[in-house]
Nanobody, 117 residues
Framework: QVQLVESGGGLVQPGGSLRLSCAASGSIVSFYAMAWSRQAPGKQRELVASITSSDSISSSGSTNYADSVKGRFTISRVKNTVYLQMNSLKSEDTAVYYC???????WGQGTQVTVSS
C-alpha cells in the first residue's frame, strides 16, 4: 500500500512563497509520474503540475503545468518525494493541495494553502 504525506501548507500574504513536500512510501512510486492537484471551495479539483519518473525522458523528469501557475510554480522530485515551490502567490491560489500518483490512483490527505492579507 502506498501512502502519500503532504506538508508545507499554511497562510501566506499575496506575493509570498510556500514550498509543499510530499513523501511517498513504497519504492514502486519511483517508476511513475507524480502530481499536485488542488481544490478550492466550491470548485472542481484541478491538476496544478506533474512530473514524470526520473528514470524516463530525462534524469530530472519532464514537467507540465496548468496555465494559471506557469512561471510561478515549480515541481521537482527526488525519488519518492515531490515538491511544489510556489512563488508570487495570489488569492486565487487558495485551495487544498493534494499530492497524487495518477497512474496508480493514490492520493494524499491534502494540505491547506491560504493566500490572504
Amino acid at each position: 500500500q502506498v501512502q502519500l504525506v503532504e506538508s508545507g501548507g499554511g497562510l501566506v500574504q499575496p506575493g509570498g512563497s510556500l514550498r509543499l513536500s510530499c513523501a511517498a512510501s513504497g519504492s514502486i512510486v519511483s517508476f511513475y509520474a507524480m502530481a499536485w492537484s488542488r481544490q478550492a471551495p466550491g470548485k472542481q479539483r484541478e491538476l496544478v503540475a506533474s512530473i514524470t519518473s526520473s528514470d524516463s525522458i530525462s534524469s530530472s523528469g519532464s514537467t507540465n503545468y496548468a496555465d494559471s501557475v506557469k512561471g510561478r510554480f515549480t515541481i521537482s522530485r527526488v525519488k519518492n518525494t515531490v515538491y511544489l515551490q510556489m512563488n508570487s502567490l495570489k488569492s486565487e491560489d487558495t485551495a487544498v493541495y493534494y499530492c497524487n500518483v495518477p497512474e496508480l490512483g493514490f492520493w494524499g490527505q491534502g494540505t491547506q494553502v491560504t493566500v490572504s492579507s
